[in-house]
C-alpha cells in the first residue's frame, strides 16, 4: 500500500502509563494542525473491537470513495491486547492493531476518520493525533461521546456546532450530525484544519448519526469473521 507504512516517529509499544505519557509529550509539537492534504478521493475509518473477554484486539478498517461514500476496500487484524483499557491512552492498546491492518490495503486513503479524540484530549494527543503523526497523513478524531472540554448548546438542526473549549483554547466542535439526534465530537487529529475537518466530517454523512467511514469499520469490527 504505498508508502503509507513507512512510520514517521517509530517508537517501541510501551507497557505503563508513565511511558506511554512521556511518548504523547514527545510527539504531540510534531502535530500538524492546518491544510496539508491534495484532492481527496478515498477516506478510512478506523475501528477497533475485542475478543476472548479482551485479550485479542480486532482492528478494521474500511475504504470509503469520496464523495460517493461506496466501500472500495476493507482490512481486518487480530493482535493480542498489550496495554490496558485507560482514558487518555486508548491509542496505545488500540493503534498496534491498526497498523496491522493497514498493509493489507492496496489503496491509500487521503483522509483517515479515527473513532475516537483527537486534538480533544488533555495531553492535546488522543488516538487521531498519534496515528496521524506516525503514519504523516491527515486524521481527524470523530468521538461519540465528551473526554474533555465544555461547550455552549447545539441547535437541533443537522450541521450546527459549537466550539469545545478546553482551558480557553478551541479542541474542537461539538456537531449536530442528524436533526434532534446527539452531536458527535470533532477535532484535529493531523495535517488538517478544524473547518476542514467539520467539512469532511459533514462530507461523510448520509441519514445516520455516525459517518459512513465509521459505520463501515465499526460493522467490520464487530462481524464475527
Known amino acids: 500500500m504505498g508508502d503509507l507504512m513507512e512510520i514517521n516517529h517509530p517508537h517501541s509499544w510501551v507497557k505503563t502509563v508513565a511511558e506511554a505519557k512521556e511518548i504523547q509529550t514527545q510527539l504531540q509539537p510534531k502535530t500538524i494542525l492546518t491544510d496539508c492534504l491534495g484532492e481527496v ?32 476496500e476493507k482490512a481486518i487484524a487480530r493482535i493480542p491486547t498489550a496495554f ?7 491509542s496505545f492498546r488500540e493503534i498496534p492493531a491498526i497498523l496491522a491492518a493497514l498493509p493489507q490495503l492496496k489503496q491509500t486513503p487521503d483522509i483517515i ?3 475516537g479524540q483527537g486534538l480533544a484530549h488533555p495531553r492535546r494527543f488522543g488516538l487521531a493525533c498519534h496515528l496521524g503523526v506516525l503514519l504523516d497523513i491527515p486524521t481527524i478524531g470523530v468521538a461519540k461521546s465528551r473526554f474533555i472540554g465544555e461547550h455552549e448548546a447545539v441547535p437541533a438542526e443537522k450541521g450546527s456546532w459549537k466550539p469545545l473549549i478546553d482551558n480557553n483554547e478551541t479542541i474542537g466542535v461539538v456537531l449536530r450530525s442528524r436533526t434532534n439526534v446527539k452531536p458527535i465530537y470533532v477535532s484535529i487529529g493531523h495535517k488538517i484544519s478544524l473547518p476542514t475537518a467539520i467539512d469532511y466530517v459533514m462530507g461523510c454523512l448520509t441519514k445516520y448519526r455516525l459517518p459512513d467511514t465509521t459505520r463501515w469499520a465499526d460493522n467490520i469490527a464487530s462481524s464475527k469473521h
Open 113 to 115: 476518520l479515527c473513532d
Open 84 to 90: 490496558p483499557y485507560v482514558p487518555g491512552y486508548l
Open 41 to 72: 478521493k478515498y477516506v478510512a475509518g478506523v475501528d477497533i473491537g475485542f475478543e476472548d473477554n479482551y485479550k485479542i484486539s480486532k482492528a478494521a478498517v474500511a475504504v470509503l470513495s469520496y464523495p460517493e461514500l461506496e466501500l472500495v
